[in-house]
């Protein structure tokens, strides 16, 4: 058995004849046809603080083996 999920316009507090609002009312809300909020997804992939550091570490490493090499090749 399906229900409809949005209120009866008869039952509802402040309605004018025909449905609308007037100024400064909220219209009524409809129901929700899901059970709940879904949960979120894996998302994007962040850097890690390891990759990050790793890769500061690599770049060090290569400017210092740039400058012992251009040292001991003249």
Same mark, same amino acid.
């Given at each position: 058995? %399906?229900?409809?999920? &949005?209120p009866d316009p008869s039952d509802a507090t402040g309605l004018?004849?025909? =449905? =609308? +609002?007037p100024p400064g009312e909220t219209p /009524? &809300?409809?129901g929700s046809g899901s059970v709940g #909020? %879904? #949960? #979120? =997804? #894996? =998302?994007r992939r962040t850097l890690t /603080? @390891? @990759? +990050? *550091? *790793?890769a500061v570490l690599v770049v060090a490493l290569v400017v210092v083996?740039?400058?012992v090499g251009r040292l001991m090749g003249g």
């Amino acid at each position: 058995m %399906t229900t409809n999920p &949005d209120p009866d316009p008869s039952d509802a507090t402040g309605l004018e004849p025909g =449905g =609308g +609002v007037p100024p400064g009312e909220t219209p /009524p &809300d409809s129901g929700s046809g899901s059970v709940g #909020p %879904t #949960p #979120p =997804g #894996p =998302g994007r992939r962040t850097l890690t /603080p @390891f @990759f +990050v *550091g *790793g890769a500061v570490l690599v770049v060090a490493l290569v400017v210092v083996l740039f400058f012992v090499g251009r040292l001991m090749g003249g």
